[in-house]
């Protein structure tokens, strides 16, 4: 029986679907079973992100409305052994599906996967209603500046509301040398504020937004620090214990390494 | 239906609910339902106070008008004004103040324990003083009638003796609120960044004027219920 994951911010922006797209490839790389459900219906991207759009024949409102099988609407990622996406309706809103078709649809999936991670859309609503629905758990994606981790935690107000007791917690897009200068909220006032698990902190990566417009998630390359991040991530989600990150020594070790790591990329290209 | 069977009105101290003077209870229902329906974000979850009237109400019919509001929000205390009411427009909020309404009971009485945290969007709410065991965040609101203590930190938004009561004060083991209310005054957190105060700190009103401090042994230890 696989475990229903959400992956849910309140606010717009903070890396929701990146973090999906990596996670659930990450969990691939690491030989689960893993679908990508993206429950942003109207407004999708996840296939985007992944890669997969110009795969798209079916998708989740028509398997909802049982205009095609589960099983037509599951889209194979070909890099990855075990991964799947079951993409959201682009031409509907959010109203097309109820929280209970959510339900009846996460308890299909999870007699044929590992992990269901759903992509939960933005804000409170309808649409962030139905990606909890039928959530066994529930992970928190927050940024760390002061709005961010306001609408977090509007969002654990609202998810222990719906029985999601204890999320688990994503910062990302830190920068260590913003936090040094005082320029930014350091983790441990985030985790002051939310008082929830730390699940993993991403740092503010540039290779994020290139691996995203190419639609290959950034785990897939390994000397990038986000990647690196990541992949923890997804160990952690499994079990496994994974100590975070030295970032402090980004500009030491890490730093010149991955400097290192681009210049020979560029010297490729 | 020439007015409004049901007319729902804010006050300071609930929702206050007039009923058309109709003898069928089963449209006031409905229209009530239908109010509560489209309020519902907005009731979820709240405590609110419920007062009745403008008609006569058997025990049946109380009854299923309870059952209805329960259903969309938690009743906090309930009360059914049997005397046809005046209009809602004339009414509320004539005189400035009401001091029957007052809240009185700091020394002892009513407490609402809250365990856990307060979080943004949440709004506690209570006629008598309150005790948050967990921290109040950003965003998050606690309103009381009586006094607030936060036993975690204070960050969102603390209204004490919210109906009135000039006495009533409120202390946090970290206070550090967005926005500071006692009865009518506010006060708001300092421009610019201010520390986390590193000992637990108390607030009230003396002499018009809304004061914070250590209340520990050794800091400052002062009588704050003397204001008369």
Known sequence: MGEVVVITSGKGGVGKTTTTANIGTALALEEKKVVLLDADIGLRNLDVVMGLENRIVYDLVDVVEGTCRLKQALIRDKRFKGLFLLPAAQTRDKNAVTPAQMQKLCEDLREQFDFILIDSPAGIEQGFKNAIAGADRAVVVTAPEVSAVRDADRIIGLLASNELLNPQLIVNRLRMDMVKRGDMMNIEDTIDILGIDLLGVVPDDEKIIVSSNRGEPVVMESSSLAGQAYRNIAKRLMGEEVPLIDMENEDTFIGRLRKFFSGRNKKKE | ?228
């Open chain 2, 1 to 228: 239906m020439s007015e409004q069977a049901v007319v729902f009105k804010g006050t300071r101290n609930g929702l206050h609910i007039y009923l058309a003077a109709e003898p069928d209870i089963s449209g006031i229902l409905h229209a009530a339902e239908e109010k509560l329906q489209s309020g519902r974000p907005f009731f979820e979850g709240a405590t609110v106070n419920l007062t009745f009237s403008g008609r006569e109400c058997s025990k049946a019919e109380q009854g299923r008008l309870l059952e209805l509001f329960s259903r969309y929000l938690n009743p906090g205390s309930v009360s059914f004004n049997s005397e046809p009411d005046l209009s809602p427009d004339v009414k509320e909020e004539s005189s400035g103040i009401d001091y029957a309404r007052i809240f009185n009971g700091l020394d002892e009485g009513m407490t609402r324990f809250i365990r856990g945290t307060v979080r943004s969007g949440q709004r506690i709410y209570y006629e008598g003083s309150i005790v948050i065991i967990g921290d109040v965040n950003p965003g998050g609101e606690v309103i009381a009638g009586g006094n607030i203590l936060v036993l975690g930190a204070l960050r969102g938004i603390a209204h004490a003796g919210a109906a009135g009561n000039v006495n009533a004060v409120v202390a946090s083991y970290c206070l550090q609120p967005t926005q500071l209310r006692i009865a009518g005054f506010i006060a708001r957190a300092p421009e610019g960044e201010a520390g986390k105060p590193p000992y637990p700190e108390v607030a009230y009103i003396r002499q018009g004027q809304l004061l914070i401090d250590p209340y520990l042994p050794g800091k400052e230890n002062r009588k704050f219920h003397t204001e008369k």
